[in-house]
């Protein structure tokens, strides 16, 4: 009986069940046109440098294998760009071209154990622009190596 007396009040009121199914349209922003999707590709490639105690190094993966997207969440340029995808590189897939500080590398990473590096993004400072490649960006993200995850 409730029910019936409900319906029936909204129907009596012909504006406010217009604004009823109305304001769903207008109350949500379209999201799809705030997003922008990139997929890494096999003609990606990663470098990373880093040093020892001993050394610097460089060491490449010259071929991304496996394709992934990251989804680029567009807002006002005051916030920060929000991102969701990750990376799995190979840890076998790196190469610092000598033989012997590759080896350590993976022996270091665990790469039998751990066969991946998980790179997760979670947001961007701003949005990548080629052109304006001496502006430095920065971010956040979350790096699982050796079964550790921490949050950069």
């Given at each position: 009986m409730?029910?019936?007396?409900?319906?029936?009040?909204?129907?009596?009121?012909?504006?406010?069940?217009?604004?009823?199914?109305?304001?769903?349209?207008?109350?949500?922003?379209?999201i799809s046109a705030d997003l922008e999707k990139w997929i890494l590709t096999k003609q990606c490639t990663l470098k990373v440098n880093g040093s020892t105690n001993i050394n610097k190094f460089s060491c490449i993966i010259p071929e991304y294998t496996q394709p992934d997207t990251l989804v680029f969440y567009k807002r006002n340029k005051n916030e920060l760009m929000k991102i969701t995808g990750s990376m799995a590189l190979e840890v076998q897939k790196f190469d610092c071209k000598n033989a012997m500080m590759t080896s350590d590398l993976r022996k270091t990473l665990k790469a039998k154990v751990y066969p991946k590096i998980i790179i997760r993004f979670l947001?961007?400072?701003?949005?990548?622009?080629?052109?304006?490649?001496?502006?430095?960006?920065?971010?956040?993200?979350?790096?699982?190596l050796s079964g550790i995850v921490k949050r950069f």
């Open positions: 409730i029910k019936i007396r409900i319906a029936t009040n909204l129907l009596k009121r012909p504006f406010l069940l217009l604004f009823l199914f109305m304001w769903p349209i207008f109350s949500f922003k379209n947001n961007l400072s701003r949005y990548p622009d080629p052109s304006m490649k001496e502006r430095a960006i920065s971010g956040a993200v979350t790096i699982e």
